[in-house]
T-cell receptor, first 119, second 115 residues
Framework: DGGITQSPKYLFRKEGQNVTLSCEQNLNHDAMYWYRQDPGQGLRLIYYSQIVNDFQKGDIAEGYSVSREKKESFPLTVTSAQKNPTAFYLC??????????????????FGEGSRLTVL | AQSVTQLGSHVSVSEGALVLLRCNYSSSVPPYLFWYVQYPNQGLQLLLKYTSAATLVKGINGFEAEFKKSETSFHLTKPSAHMRDAAEYFCAVRAYGGSQGNLIFGKGTKLSVKP
């Protein structure tokens, strides 16, 4: 089955430690995204990448880093510089170009999420 | 620039009652609009999308939404609520340019369904 796999589902971290969240997709999508979700704040964009070896900061990139060495993979590292890392993290992907000549509507496909708790 | 406003962070209905979740958008170009649903500790799942075809869009689980350009609205409705509809719902509009990625999301509306 095609989809987006995030791991781990739950992660606990001590203050001062870096942690990496994995996101893998087999949908052959060009673009991948990381969102952070906090109660009552909706989804906030951390980083996104539209092509291998290139990525852009979103609205809340401070304290986070990413890489895009393969089309299928877009890992997110939460560094010790992130002041309040406890949150639910969502990875998403889509095609930059629409399929079969259709207009790209921007529809996103999401993984199941990773919940990070800092102890 | 594009933006989305969801009116009401919490909505509570009785089982069998009408569900109405409100979404207003702002867009300088003809919009693409989406509703997503999220169950606890899960990712977002697409309910339906408006892509400038029919203004009344039908989605999964009996939900539908109507695009009203004059009111800049895209409200989500379901005639009869079921307990399994309890979840959080997000309205989104396609973004163009800037740092906002591909979709701009509202803050979400949590739907509770009372027996």
């Amino acid at each position: 089955d095609g989809g987006i796999t995030q791991s781990p589902k739950y992660l606990f971290r001590k203050e001062g430690q870096n942690v990496t969240l994995s996101c893998e997709q087999n949908l052959n999508h060009d673009a991948m995204y990381w969102y952070r979700q906090d109660p009552g704040q909706g989804l906030r964009l951390i980083y996104y990448s539209q092509i291998v070896n290139d990525f852009q900061k979103g609205d809340i990139a401070e304290g986070y880093s990413v890489s895009r060495e393969k089309k299928e993979s877009f890992p997110l590292t939460v560094t010790s510089a992130q002041k309040n890392p406890t949150a639910f993290y969502l990875c998403a992907s889509n095609s930059v170009q629409g399929a079969f000549g259709l207009t790209n509507t921007g529809e996103l496909f999401f993984g199941e999420g990773s919940r990070l708790t800092v102890l | 620039a594009q933006s989305v406003t969801q009116l009401g962070s919490h909505v509570s209905v009785s089982e069998g009652a009408l569900v109405l979740l409100r979404c207003n958008y702002s867009s300088s170009v003809p919009p693409y609009l989406f509703w997503y649903v999220q169950y606890p500790n899960q990712g977002l799942q697409l309910l339906l999308k408006y892509t400038s075809a029919a203004t009344l869009v039908k989605g999964i689980n009996g939900f539908e939404a109507e695009f009203k350009k004059s009111e800049t609205s895209f409200h989500l409705t379901k005639p009869s609520a079921h307990m399994r509809d309890a979840a959080e719902y997000f309205c989104a509009v396609r973004a163009y340019g800037g740092s906002q990625g591909n979709l701009i999301f509202g803050k979400g509306t949590k739907l509770s369904v009372k027996p």
